[in-house]
T-cell receptor, first 113, second 113 residues
Framework: AQTVTQSQPEMSVQEAETVTLSCTYD???????LFWYKQPPSRQMILVIR??????QNATENRFSVNFQKAAKSFSLKISDSQLGDAAMYFC??????????FGAGTRLTVKP | ETGVTQSPTHLIKTRGQQVTLRCSSQ?????VSWYQQALGQGPQFIFQ???????GRGNFPPRFSGLQFPNYSSELNVNALELDDSALYLC????????????FGPGTRLTVT
């Protein structure tokens, strides 16, 4: 079974600094997708960034980038120039089958002014 | 363009009762997925509806059922409520079976006493 592990229950970063959130996953599939979602206190999950496993190039969306290491089954999220609005729960997610998305337990990110 | 909406926002039920949660998908989306998010955990996939048919299901018992209507809105029904059913229930819509473009609603917080 595919599992997603986020080993950091909580992380803290100073405003304007950079923080990296970790995620590892377990799969025997070769074709899959990985995601980072943000869940602010409003509870609405928002897609931050997406990576296709067949693409070697790491995905980037403005201040958000990933370090995708397929052999190591690692998918970390780097947030540059952290802003107060980045404070939220961050979930790493995996999908191979069309219908089934697996989420990690989440990392709570605090941004200090 | 209207986003994904869910109703009600909060709900309190007694063990053994039945509950219906509702979701309106984003305009143009024909696929709805439901997730259960227990406190302090990541979302778990319940099932997906595509064009009014269930086309994928996670590890949830049959007392979790659903419907999708011709306008692609959806209902999640839970019978014989148990205390462990207390959770945030998230609905997500997408423009097709491909859940790479999945937009979440704000969720319904269900408390079972």
């Amino acid at each position: 079974a595919q599992t997603v592990t986020q080993s950091q229950p909580e992380m803290s970063v100073q405003e304007a600094e950079t923080v990296t959130l970790s995620c590892t996953y377990d799969t025997s599939e070769s074709d899959y997708y990985l995601f980072w979602y943000k869940q602010p206190p409003s509870r609405q999950m928002i897609l931050v960034i997406r990576q296709e496993a067949y693409k070697q190039q790491n995905a980037t969306e403005n201040r958000f980038s990933v370090n995708f290491q397929k052999a190591a089954k690692s998918f970390s999220l780097k947030i540059s120039d952290s802003q107060l609005g980045d404070a939220a729960m961050y979930f790493c997610a995996y999908r191979s089958a069309p219908h089934d998305m697996r989420f990690g337990a989440g990392t709570r990110l605090t941004v200090k002014p | 363009e209207t986003g994904v909406t869910q109703s009600p926002t909060h709900l309190i039920k007694t063990r053994g009762q039945q509950v219906t949660l509702r979701c309106s998908s984003q305009s143009g989306h024909n696929t709805v997925s439901w997730y259960q998010q227990a406190l302090g955990q990541g979302p778990q996939f319940i099932f997906q509806y595509y064009r009014e048919e269930e086309n994928g299901r996670g590890n949830f018992p049959p007392r979790f059922s659903g419907l999708q209507f011709p306008n692609y809105s959806s209902e999640l029904n839970v019978n014989a409520l148990e205390l462990d059913d207390s959770a945030l229930y998230l609905c997500a819509s997408s423009p097709g079976e491909n859940t790479n473009e999945q937009y979440f609603g704000p969720g319904t917080r269900l408390t079972v006493t």
